[in-house]
């Protein structure tokens, strides 16, 4: 089993102060999982990668509002909305948030590696066709699977999310289409009070979407033993050449985005990922991309992709 690791140092030059969603995130990370100084001094970990291109942000989101978020960050930046956040360098950051999960996907589809884990920000799952929301700017894990599609001739691929919040850009994105199925177990109600179980696409999209909203007060093993259900027999109907995840770390217990999650601990998502990993398996040879969405108790999350990185790497924590 060989796992690719990606994450960049210029990620820090979105930087957002005292905003939930910011660089100490990261930094957090890289301690924990051992990316010393050094490292971080090259443009990325184990491997360089490029921005993704706009032709590739233009396959997912709209032209013009590419255009006025680029103008944002150009003009010094300033605030999308009450949530997200932008600073002259943040476009950029995110076009390379971009081009890590593309290239995370080449590693995995060329067979170079067996599972790919982006580290990057900022995350994306919120953000929609034409707008950003929820900290995000760009949706990191549509482009990503667009890129599988587009440059592998995939035909079926599964992103399924399992940040606290639900996933409402990547869903709108995928809503009406076959090609990409999409899973998302989150809390609800929550932000962005999406995600309901009668969600579940329209036109040639119906059926492609599942939605396991779970309320604060399901038991933490019923959170785990829910998820391992619905996301296997989703996976059975969906039939993946390749599996994404949009690894939010905010169901933790102790995440203050996620008013205190789904009771998870930090090693649930060692159980998680190595749920996914068996359906990978059974359905596409392994095949698996992961992409950091949320997680804002710096110290939760780095522990939470600490347990991630090591169960993708088939070690036994």
Same mark, same amino acid.
């Given at each position: 089993?060989?796992? &690719? ?44 990668? $490029? ?102 001739? &995939? ?34 109600? &929550? ?7 009668? $969600? ?16 604060? $007060? ?73 992409? &950091? $969405? ?24």
């Amino acid at each position: 089993m060989s796992s &690719l690791l990606l994450t960049d140092r210029r990620c820090l030059l979105h930087e957002t102060g005292t905003h939930p969603e910011c660089p100490g995130r990261l930094k957090a990370i890289w301690e924990r999982l051992g990316i010393t100084k050094e490292v971080q001094t090259h443009d990325a970990w184990t491997r360089p990668f $490029e921005p993704a291109p706009m032709k590739a942000l233009q396959a997912i989101h709209d032209h013009g509002y590419l255009e006025r978020v680029e103008a944002v960050c150009r003009n010094g930046g300033g605030y999308w909305d009450a949530d997200t956040m932008l600073t002259p360098n943040s476009f950029d950051v995110a076009r390379l948030a971009a081009g890590a999960g593309m290239a995370a996907v080449d590693a995995v589809m060329t067979g170079e590696f067996s599972n790919a884990l982006s580290l990057m920000r900022p995350p994306g799952h919120h953000a929609v066709v034409s707008n950003a929301m929820g900290f995000c700017l760009v949706n990191n894990v549509a482009i990503a699977a667009q890129h599988a599609i587009d440059h592998y001739g &995939l035909k079926r691929v599964l992103i399924i999310d399992w940040d606290v919040h639900h996933g409402n850009g990547t869903q709108d994105i995928c809503y009406a289409r076959n090609d990409v199925y999409f899973f998302s177990r989150h809390r609800f109600p &929550l932000y962005p009070f999406s995600g309901k179980k009668n $969600e579940i696409g329209t036109g040639a999209g119906v059926g492609a979407t599942c939605n396991l909203p779970l309320s604060h $007060e399901v038991p933490r093993e019923e959170v785990l033993k829910r998820f391992e259900k619905s996301v296997t027999e989703f996976a059975d109907i969906a039939k993946p050449e390749l599996i994404f995840i949009s690894a939010g770390f905010d169901a933790h217990k102790d995440d203050p985005v996620g008013s205190g999650g789904l009771h998870l601990n930090s090693s649930d998502f060692a159980h998680m990922t190595k749920i996914v990993m068996s359906l990978a398996e059974t359905h596409c040879g392994g095949r698996l991309v992961s992409l &950091l $969405e949320g997680g804002y108790n710096i110290q939760a999350l780095a522990e939470s992709v600490w347990y991630h990185w090591n169960a993708l790497n088939g070690n036994d924590v």
